[in-house]
């Protein structure tokens, strides 16, 4: 089984969550959100996660989890 996760607010605390988060096996970051697009699109880039958006409804609607 595997722990499907999304990140929350993109600042400069978010890189390490994600960094931690890859370390743990049988977890995947599936989506960023930040209330600025730039900010979760930029951070979806630096940790190859494929879905990004600026609404956290938006990142919960498409039912990753």
């Known amino acids: ?3 499907k996760i999304g ?3 993109c600042g400069r605390i978010s ?3 994600a960094l931690e988060i890859q370390n743990i096996q ?3 970051m599936v989506g960023t ?3 600025e697009l730039l900010m979760a699109s ?3 880039d630096r940790f190859n996660i494929k879905h990004y958006f600026d609404n956290v ?3 919960i609607d ?3 989890f």
């Open 1 to 3: 089984m595997i722990l």
């Open 7 to 9: 990140i929350i607010g």
């Open 15 to 17: 890189d390490q969550h």
């Open 26 to 28: 049988g977890c995947e």
């Open 33 to 35: 959100c930040d209330s």
């Open 42 to 44: 930029q951070m979806a």
């Open 57 to 59: 409804d938006k990142l």
């Open 62 to 64: 498409l039912n990753l």
